[in-house]
């Protein structure tokens, strides 16, 4: 084994464990095979220690050698110079002798403080590395598990990762049809495939319709037509909420114009999306249509979340006040509680408040709590000009119980669906044809004495009594003159440009 060499046992390693890692699936024969490579490198290392303290000793060993022999032939060498000194020459023939004993000796003697030097050298390093810290030990490896083949278990491992890989898969496509989708989406608003169903507001207990609320749907294809929940989602995270609005706040004000042809006061409401009622910049936009189209403000109500009420700003409170002053009414719509001020629902504008039939039920079983009974509400509003409307009114035993709770106006299945309007709501009204002008011949001039007069001094003083007698002049009927009147979505480019 000591003639291997040191890497020897880490090649073996490194071996043992790719073959472990191949033959083993799973994790567990990677793990084996790691710690068999750790083991391979480990004893290389120790390996290498070894011979290197094995090299330490043995250069110690021929050191004590050398100078052993050092000393020994510098004995002989004194011994032999005695021996010289002592033998019967001249002068003149023990000068060499003595000459190259002593350079003899003197060679010895350097030899031996070299070695010397290397060996304390050698004897400084072992004290300096014998000071230092030892190093701690190797954590112990740990134990190799025993490999188990369960069939049960690498059946469940392999649906686990099966099912993993579905569900990642599952939701890439989830997340790609959404991005579609809301392409989709974005295109339909940018080509104005909005359609309007009116779902009517009726009074209670005669169900005469009052009003309607314009209901959106988005349409995709030819076949493909799409509820709010189904879009309004996509339209609030991508951002269209502004743009939506804008075609429904045009598309009310065209059946509100349709409405204001007709007698009966009938009004239609509309819904505005969170993102616009907490921007002002699209607030400001709305308010310019509005402002544009004031002759059919009158028709038209604007219907606000209870929760969006509490929670706007000041620059939004002013935008409400100046479409209040075109003539916009507010209703209080998605109400999630009886806590209302009807003074301050009147001063901002607010003339309706729609709580929910199911709302103002618990109200009066009891199942919530609240310091405004249901019943005294409809009386409370109606005080401040607020009427109370009863929503999501689903059937006549609903439509009853809301008639006892003094609610003047319902909606809801109950009294009618929503339906789509028809088509001629939106078409333009027809400019009224021109006066036709005369086609008798223009009348000569007067004479100067004949002109009437043209101060009001004259006339007070009598003189237009010497004006003769003219042929009465055919009178052309004067020209009506009609404001310009410029389609809805012109009105909508300019507004949000």
């Known amino acids: 084994m000591k003639a291997l060499h040191p890497l ?43 011979r290197g303290l094995a090299r330490h000793e043995q250069a110690m060993a021929g050191l004590g050698e050398v100078k052993v022999r050092l000393a020994t032939n510098a004995i002989r060498l004194d011994a032999l110079s005695q021996r010289v000194e002592q033998m019967p020459m001249r002068d003149a023939d023990a000068a060499p002798a003595r000459a190259a004993i002593h350079e003899l000796t003197a060679e010895v003697g350097l030899l031996g403080d070299l070695i010397h030097q290397v060996a304390t050298t050698l004897a400084d390093h072992e004290t300096v590395l014998a000071r230092l810290p030892e190093p701690a030990p ?61 779902q009517p507001i009726v009074s209670l207990p005669q169900r005469r319709t009052c009003g309607y609320e314009a209901l959106a749907r988005l349409r995709l294809d030819e076949n493909t037509l799409l509820l709010p929940h189904e879009f309004i989602e996509t339209v609030e995270t991508r951002g269209f909420g502004p743009t939506l609005d804008a075609l429904v706040l045009t598309r009310a004000l065209a059946i509100a114009r349709h ?10 409401s509309c819904n505005f999306s969170h993102a ?43 935008l409400l006040g100046a479409m209040s ?32 039939a199911a709302l103002l039920q618990a109200h009066v079983e009891g199942r919530v709590q609240s310091d405004i009974d249901a019943g005294d509400l409809a009386a409370l509003l109606a005080r401040m000009s607020v009427t109370l409307v009863a929503d999501q009114v689903e059937d006549n035993p609903a439509a009853a119980d809301m008639i006892d709770l003094g609610a003047t106006m319902g909606q809801g299945l109950a009294f009618s669906p929503p339906r789509p309007v028809k088509p001629e709501v ?14 008798a011949p223009p009348p000569e001039p007067l004479p ?9 001094v004259d006339r007070l003083l009598g003189q237009d009594r010497r004006m003769p007698a003219s042929p009465a002049l055919p009178e052309a009927a004067p020209q009506e003159t009609r404001p310009e009147r410029l389609p809805f979505r012109a009105v909508l480019r300019r507004a949000s440009a």
């Open 448 to 456: 100067e004495a004949a002109r009437p007069p043209q101060n009001i």
């Open 138 to 198: 190797a954590a112990a490896p740990a134990p190799i598990p025993e490999v188990v083949l369960d069939p049960e278990a690498a059946r469940r491992a392999r649906a686990e990762k099966l099912a993993a890989e579905r569900a990642a898969a599952a939701a890439a496509a989830r997340e790609e049809a959404e991005a579609e989708r809301a392409a989709l989406i974005g295109k339909a608003l940018s080509e104005g495939r909005l359609e309007v169903h009116l």
């Open 325 to 356: 002053a075109n003539g916009v009414r507010f209703a209080l719509d998605q109400l999630v509680d009886l806590r209302l001020d009807p003074r301050a629902l009147f001063d901002r504008g607010i003339r309706y408040v729609k709580a929910p």
């Open 259 to 268: 409405l204001g042809s007709k007698d009966g006061g009938i009004f239609v």
């Open 276 to 318: 616009t009622w907490s921007s002002s910049r699209a607030l400001a936009t709305l308010t310019r249509i509005l402002d544009k189209y004031r002759d059919h403000t009158a028709h038209l109500v604007i219907e606000m979340p209870q929760t969006v009420f509490r929670e706007l700003d000041p620059t939004s409170l002013g």
């Open 426 to 439: 939106f078409a333009e009204p027809e400019p009224a044809p021109a006066a036709v002008a005369s086609v």
């Open 8 to 50: 020897a046992g880490a090649v073996t390693g490194l071996s043992a464990g790719a073959v472990v890692a191949i033959l083993l699936p799973g994790g567990l024969g990677s793990a084996l095979g790691l710690l068999a490579s750790g083991a391979g490198a480990m004893l290389a290392m120790r390996a290498f220690e070894q």
